[in-house]
């Protein structure tokens, strides 16, 4: 059974930051495509990074280049979202996913299969 925990979230002032966890059990994160996702209400889900196994890549949204930074630790079997200068328009909720490898290289949530929960970011003064 897979389960994808996220943690981390909060309130935070702009130009704060926040680090994001996502802990995998069921499978094993260093052989999946993983994804950070975000939502803000009334707004479709998009991708925010994304780690492709196939070639190694990495992605980041243009909105969070230079801030936001994915990493995997492998021994945790855990993924992380570092977020710094956070601004407003970051408040979402963030999520974890996963997909199999040798899909591609897109970090559309379509193509991502197992999820978290989700976790609440808001960034306000």
């Known amino acids: 059974q897979v389960q994808l925990v996220e943690s981390g979230g909060g309130l935070v002032q702009p130009g704060g930051s926040l680090r994001l966890s996502c802990a995998a059990s069921?499978?094993?994160?260093?052989?999946?495509?993983i994804g950070w996702f975000r939502q803000a209400p009334g707004k479709e889900r998009e991708g925010v990074s994304c780690l492709n196994y196939g070639d190694g890549s990495t992605y980041y949204a243009n909105s969070v280049k230079g801030r936001f930074t994915i990493s995997l630790d492998k021994a945790k079997n855990t993924v992380y979202l570092q977020m710094n200068s956070l601004k407003p328009e970051d408040t979402a909720v963030y999520y974890c996913a996963t997909a199999r490898p040798y899909r591609g290289s897109s970090c559309h949530y379509l193509e991502f299969n197992f999820w978290g929960q989700g976790t609440q970011v808001t960034v306000s003064s």
């Open positions: 069921g499978l094993i994160l260093d052989f999946q495509d």
